[in-house]
Structure formats: structure tokens, C-alpha cells
């Protein structure tokens, strides 16, 4: 990791951070895929915080969730069980070793659903360096590697779905944390080593409403940054 990491933020503006950054590649191949995110989001990744042994955490700080974006370019009121991405394949992002792999929550999970289960059927990856990789809502059935398992970058670890709390159907959680747990653990910034960035939706609202995303008028090759949130992208 290096010292320096560079964000973008509404705006396309460039905005420099002093903190470890951790550059990883796709967790998923091609796309489009969008990238969900808002760090204002009331209730979002940024926001949801666990208190476990008396200390409170934010695992999903810097957590994006993907879905593929749909042939209409709006994302319909009404998803089949099989939409966003349903089964496409899950990759490592870089070399390690498997710490958690859990299957067998059904896709579609009914409600209630306990907080034991919100995460569904997932796999943390160790990277190193106090580095977590996690994978979350796969599905059921997919977990191709098991606990104390060494994976390689680009390996298939298992396959998208929507086991657990998957409020928008099926998708891929992915974020890095400090420790190997969905919740006693804070999530760490990381950069993708290179994607295209080709457009984004307004707003959390304009994408759930239904509204068509935005293109840009030139498509951006990035390398070692987030996607903007809400963003258009494809992975190599």
C-alpha cells in the first residue's frame, strides 16, 4: 500500500486523501455493471454502524454494490429473481487466503431475516496487511472455496445472487475491512487498478425511480481510483 489515494467526487472533481490505500482488481469481469453508493445515504453503508464488545464499527464505510446495468439502461419497478447480474461470475481481487466462506442461505431470502443472516451466503479473503476482502448475497450453492483455501487474483470464488438482506435483488457487496468479520471489523479504502467509466445515474432516487442513466460524452479509462458513486462501469 502507498500513502496517497485519489477520489473523485460529484462533479468529476479530483480529491487527494492522505490514507493507506489498498489497489485491488474487478471482483467482477466486463459489465456495464453500476456501482452503488452514497455516503450521504441515511441508513446506507456509511451509516450503518455495529457496536460489538463495546466498540462501535462502520464495516461497510467504503462498500460499493454492483448490479449490471439493464438492457433499457433503467432499472424496471418490477426485477425478476434472475436480473442485475444473477449468476455471473465472482472473482478474487488479488492473492490470498479464504478466512470465511459461507453457503446454503436460500437467494430471495424470506423475511424475517436475522442479523446473523444480512450478509447471506459470503467469503472474506485475507490479502495481507491487516486486509480483508469481503463478498457478500452469493449464491446459494456457488461458494466454490473453502476456510484456510489459497485463491489467486481473477480466480472464480463463487457466483452473484441474493441471499440475505438484498433490498435491491440480487448483487454483489463488496468492500475491505480491518479484521475477518461482517460486523466487529472497519471498513478500509481501497481503488480498483483500472476500469472504464462510462456514465452514472443522477441520483439514488433517479436509479430507483427508474429514470435512464447518463452517459458521458467520452468514456474514461481509470486506474487506481474509485468509480464515482453511482457510476457506469465495465471492468477488464
Known amino acids: 500500500p502507498t500513502e496517497t489515494i485519489r477520489t473523485r467526487v460529484a462533479g468529476g472533481a479530483v480529491v487527494p486523501a492522505i490514507v493507506r490505500e489498498l489497489a485491488v482488481d474487478a471482483p467482477l469481469r466486463g459489465g456495464p ?7 450521504l445515504l441515511k441508513g446506507g453503508h456509511r451509516t450503518a454502524i455495529y457496536t460489538l464488545n463495546g466498540r462501535a464499527r ?5 462498500a460499493i454494490d454492483f448490479i449490471a446495468l439493464p438492457d433499457g439502461g433503467a432499472l424496471p419497478a418490477v426485477r425478476a429473481p ?4 444473477f ?3 465472482v472473482l478474487a481481487v488479488a492473492d490470498g487466503t479464504v478466512t470465511i466462506a459461507v453457503d446454503g442461505v436460500p437467494d430471495a431470502t424470506p423475511p424475517p431475516i436475522v442479523l446473523e443472516q444480512a450478509s447471506g451466503n459470503h467469503v472474506a479473503i485475507d490479502l495481507g496487511d491487516g486486509r480483508f476482502a469481503f463478498y457478500e448475497h452469493l449464491q446459494r450453492g456457488s461458494v466454490a472455496v473453502k476456510v484456510g483455501q489459497r485463491v489467486t487474483r481473477g480466480q472464480v470464488i463463487a457466483r452473484l445472487g ?3 438482506s438484498s433490498s435491491i435483488g440480487p448483487h454483489l457487496h463488496f468492500h475491505v475491512a480491518d479484521a475477518s468479520s461482517t460486523l466487529a471489523a472497519e471498513g478500509m479504502p481501497f481503488v480498483f487498478r483500472q476500469f472504464g467509466q462510462l456514465g452514472r445515474f443522477a441520483s439514488l432516487a433517479a436509479l430507483t425511480s427508474g429514470e ?3 452517459p458521458s460524452s467520452l468514456a ?3 486506474q487506481r481510483e474509485r468509480p464515482d458513486p453511482l457510476a457506469v462501469i465495465t471492468f477488464p
Not at 455493471?33 to 455516503?39: E, F, L, M, T, V
Not at 434472475?82 to 447480474?85: M, Q
Request: overall charge negative; cysteine-free; hydrophobic content about 30%.
Open 33 to 39: 455493471w453500476i456501482a452503488i453508493y452514497d455516503p
Open 58 to 62: 462502520i464495516p461497510g464505510r467504503f
Open 87 to 89: 449468476g455471473a461470475d
Open 220 to 222: 474514461e479509462t481509470r
Open 82 to 85: 434472475d436480473s442485475n447480474g
Open 212 to 214: 435512464k442513466w447518463l
Open 162 to 164: 441474493s441471499s440475505g
